[in-house]
């Protein structure tokens, strides 16, 4: 290499591992959503069936066995591809669908930058003419030379390794295989966890394709894991469709007999926008948004024997899809909850989607990886007030910005339409039904709305969609009976009383709260305990330990402060609260710790507590 070339080197567009890095890193929230760019590919390629084959192994990463997902493929049936597009599908930035009206690729970057978020390494077979004439190319991120070069190597037509054959049926006309091996960065560990924390997501994603009423081709999606030790393939989990607007029947929810199915109705007729859209190219085409919403039936909102529809299996399923489902080209990028008004539970009793096509993306801010549309969601809760100039009426806002900011007029005037009907409909024909039917449940729900256990409740689903998961949700499914079977029996053997027992227990089971705080002696030097029970984290404060008095018992309301009473009341509220919430953070992360960093986690409780004892025995706090 000459000095010149060495020169133009350091000004490379992309450089090797620094490059990688940042695509690695390129904000897929989790392998669900990484697994749906394949998933986009495969039903783009005609596929009628799509299966994600997972290959799991035992290995031993602290004091016991546990089951760990080794490689992740995906298959379909799908039309493949020569050897040059098998090639290029590989490269970030390129493919065949840029200059395509319709379809959801269109970026050019989502077979590999989603691989490559999860795994090191990438292996494609495809084939057009026969299983026996598959191409295979490949990424390697754990090869420096590759990393180097970053060359896609040419295809070549070596076999497909056996085990993947022997999962499942490989259609031998055409179709696609990618395996993602050196998994290093998918949160879930787990077959079954990957499969628990995709289901809905997945669901809600194809739900047009995977529900065989819809005006879309049918497909079907499925998971099947291979066991490495014993060569066994376990029975596939079916994908069902998740329809948040709850109009489509026979979809995943599970519905209590008196549940009608579907269990909405359409709320009014869909409203329709056209905008003149001139496109990257110079050409100016018409798009269509379409804006559906759908409310709760009467009966649905009725009391499932003793237990509010809230609390049953359809009001806790409705409350995972709560906001705007975004969709494009017939495919959800996203459930946005940034257009629900407030943390009012009953906004599960109602639903409301936008449609629109891949020539929206420049207005919408639909991001590469089709997760978003930022901009879109950006205007959730603003109006035109906020962008108004000093003086300006709101008409003479909306024509200034459809001349000088197209894209936020265009979003502005959707979020009028879909505001409008949230608030002023929607909202109140859900309020108006709940005086109907007499449940009951929202009156105690609401109770629940603002407390620290809430919140800490609503972090954790958060971080849960994140791929964060813990101990305790593996038995967030258990039915009702056991989980206060196993609530109760624990706190009775701690010595707690029947109260105590009773509140934990509706917090958990009625009220659908992750955590919740006892008081009660520990008899070491731990501050507070961490106890994953029935699907919850409960906390218990404990009274033999000093900083129990110094902190929890002076928070009492009725001590007196040198404020007025109302001052005293939010200042200690406050800081209660404030402090409930950063044990419930601690707890959280303790709970999502694997097995060698939880018993880490304790010894530090163990070691903060005999730090704070001396703390607090050796300040002046108090006296």
């Known amino acids: 290499m000459t000095q010149k070339q060495k020169d133009l080197a350091d000004y490379d567009f992309a450089r090797g591992r620094y490059f990688v890095d940042a695509i690695r890193s390129s ?51 799908g039309i493949g591809m020569d050897p040059d597009l098998l090639r290029r599908s590989l490269k970030m930035g390129d493919g065949t669908h840029f200059d395509k009206k319709s379809g959801m690729g269109k970026f050019g970057v989502g077979l590999p930058q989603a691989s490559v978020s ?62 993602w091996s050196k998994v ?74 008196s549940v009608p199915d579907p269990m ?20 100016e085409t018409e798009e269509k948004v379409k804006m559906t919403f759908s409310v709760t039936k009467p009966e649905t909102r009725r009391k499932v024997g003793k237990q509010g529809a809230g609390h049953a299996s359809h009001g806790k399923h409705a409350k995972e899809n709560m906001g705007l489902s975004i969709v494009r080209e017939g495919r959800e990028l996203n459930l946005d909850k940034n257009w629900v008004p407030d943390s009012d539970p009953r906004h599960r009793w109602w639903g409301a989607q936008i449609e629109f096509g891949r020539q929206m993306d420049d207005i919408f801010g639909v991001t590469n990886n089709k997760q978003r549309a930022d901009r879109l969601s950006g205007v959730a809760n603003r109006d035109w007030g906020d962008f108004a100039e000093e003086g300006e009426s709101r008409q003479e806002t909306r024509d200034r910005l459809e001349g000088e900011d197209f894209p936020t007029f265009v979003c502005l005037d959707i979020q009028e339409q879909i505001d409008n009907v949230i608030r002023n409909h929607l909202s109140r024909k859900v309020e108006e039904f709940g005086q109907h039917t007499g449940t009951g449940e929202d009156s105690k729900e609401k109770r629940h709305v603002d407390t620290p256990e809430r919140h800490g409740t609503n972090a954790t689903e958060d971080r849960k969609k994140e791929g964060k998961t813990g101990e305790s949700d593996e038995q967030e499914d258990l039915p009702d009976e056991q989980k206060i079977s ?51 984290i409960i906390i218990g404060l404990n009274t033999d330990h000093q900083a129990y008095d110094k902190l929890f018992s ?52 163990n070691d903060w507590g005999r730090v704070a004892r001396r703390f607090l025995s050796e300040s002046e706090l108090g006296t």
């Not at 070549?156 to 395996?179: A, N, R, V």
């Not at 992750?514 to 106890?531: H, M, N, Q, T, W």
């Open 554 to 605: 002076s928070l009492n309301l009725d001590q007196e402060v040198d404020l007025d009473e109302q001052e005293s009341i939010a200042k200690l509220s406050d800081a209660n609260n404030a402090l409930k919430l950063l044990l419930e953070a601690w707890a959280r992360m303790e709970d999502e710790a694997l097995d060698e960093e939880r018993h880490l986690y304790k010894d530090i409780r």
């Open 264 to 283: 909405f109705e359409q709320y009014g007729d869909p409203i329709e926008r056209k905008y003149k859209i001139i496109q990257p190219s110079g050409g």
């Open 118 to 179: 999860q795994a090191k390494r990438v292996d494609v077979w495809t084939w057009q003419d026969g299983l026996e004439n598959a191409y295979h190319t490949y990424i390697d991120l754990d090869d420096n030379e590759w990393v180097d070069h970053m060359v896609i190597p040419e295809p070549d037509q070596q076999p497909i390794p056996e085990k993947w054959t022997e999962m499942t049926e490989f259609s031998e006309k055409s179709g696609t295989l990618i395996i």
């Open 27 to 77: 904000g897929y929230k989790n392998a669900a959503m990484a697994l749906g760019e394949l998933v986009d590919n495969s039903i783009q390629a005609g596929s009628e069936n799509v299966n994600i084959l997972v290959s799991e192994k035992r290995v031993k990463p602290s004091k016991r066995w546990v089951r760990r997902i080794q490689e992740i493929a995906v298959l379909d049936d």
């Open 184 to 257: 290093d960065r998918c949160n879930w560990k787990k077959a079954k966890t990957l499969y628990r924390h995709s289901e809905n997501l997945i669901g809600r994603m194809y739900r047009n394709w995977l529900h065989p009423g819809t005006d879309e081709r049918n497909v079907d999606i499925s998971l099947i894991v291979y066991n490495e030790e014993n060569k066994e393939i376990e029975d596939p989990w079916e994908f069902q469709p998740n329809d948040p607007l709850y109009l489509m029947e026979n979809t995943n929810v599970e519905l209590p007999e």
């Open 486 to 536: 196993r609530i109760r029996a624990r706190l009775k053997d701690q010595g707690l009383d029947d109260k105590t027992i009773d509140d934990v227990t509706g917090e958990v089971v009625d009220h659908g709260l992750k955590f919740s705080f006892v008081d009660r002696p520990l008899g070491g030097a731990e501050i507070f305990s961490v106890e994953p029970t029935a699907g919850a």
